[in-house]
């Protein structure tokens, strides 16, 4: 007897444009990156055995369909309000030591000050429900992707993806050295200098009051089939049947603290992240 393997997959594509826009007090000099992208039936989409549900409780069964509990497609209003930037709205550098909690940090006359971080409006955060469409649970494969159009990938460089699945969250980017992030809530007016001028936050200027802590990341692999995309997988161990189901959060953020994060290398850069689950069943067939 010889198996066989059987893939299902969802795909899930999330395409943004990162477009630097003047502030004045903002970190590394700029006030945000726009615009976002906007969702729609292409860019969520779920087959094969599994089906989806977005954070506000719905998804739709058939593209431009009506709405159901759980389905193959979820849209911009399967999801809870305060979850996902506006469409014409913008990303700003946050920083997050573990994918999940943020901090956000404001430079302005050469020294670094607290802000507050909004999830929403600084960053993207998808809650997702998944299960398979059978009473059987299965065991997936997720794949995560960032894509740039440029020779450079300045906004690739500085961007993260994070998954956070049964309680473990995974860190996704491009290799780098730039893996210190910014874990304080409040840094003092005019205590702490930017003094090599290269817009972060390095250990040695910390001064005593910024915590900093160190990203472990998964790295991303060059696609050979396009140099702008990088790739990364995560196994997602049994996903439940369907009369159960497992969350998903996934978030996707500039990183602050990246020596690549700067108005000089985002500016009008294109950013593109993409998404897809898999999952793989094994079937005995009669060996050839």
């Not at 087959?47 to 759980?70: F, H, N, R």
């Not at 956070?164 to 491009?174: D, E, S, V």
Request: glycine share 12%.
């Amino acid at each position: 007897m010889a198996k066989r393997k059987i893939g299902l997959s969802i795909i899930v594509l999330i395409v943004a444009a990162t477009t630097m826009v003047s502030g004045t007090y903002a970190w590394f000099l700029v006030g945000g990156f726009a615009e976002l992208f906007d969702l729609g039936f292409d860019v969520i989409e779920a087959g094969g055995g599994i089906e989806i549900q977005g954070s506000a409780g719905k998804a739709y069964v058939v593209e431009g369909g009506e709405s159901a509990d759980w389905g193959a497609f979820l849209d911009r209003d399967c999801f809870a309000e305060g979850e996902l930037i506006a469409a014409d709205g913008k990303y700003a550098p946050v920083s997050s030591a573990d994918g999940a909690a943020f901090t956000k940090v404001g430079l302005q006359g050469g020294y670094f000050a607290s802000l507050t971080p909004e999830k929403g409006k600084d960053y993207n955060e998808m809650t997702i429900k998944i299960r398979s469409t059978t009473s059987e649970a299965v065991t997936g494969t997720m794949h995560v992707a960032l894509t740039g159009n440029d020779a450079g990938h300045e906004a690739v460089s500085a961007a993260r993806i994070s998954v956070t699945y049964k309680g473990q969250t995974t860190i996704f980017a491009m290799a780098g050295d730039s893996t210190q992030a910014v874990t304080s809530n409040d840094i003092p007016a005019e205590t702490v200098i930017d003094a090599n001028n290269n817009s972060i936050i390095d250990s040695s200027e910390t001064n005593g009051v910024v915590s900093l802590s160190t990203q472990t990341i998964t790295e991303l692999s060059q696609s050979a089939a396009d140099q702008n995309k990088y790739e990364g997988s995560l196994e997602l161990a049994e996903i439940p049947g369907n009369t159960g189901s497992e969350t998903i959060v996934v978030r996707i953020w500039i990183e602050g603290n990246d020596t690549d994060c700067t108005g000089e290398k985002l500016s009008a850069k294109h950013l593109a992240a993409s998404i897809s689950f898999g999952s793989v069943s094994e079937d005995e067939t009669p060996a050839a």
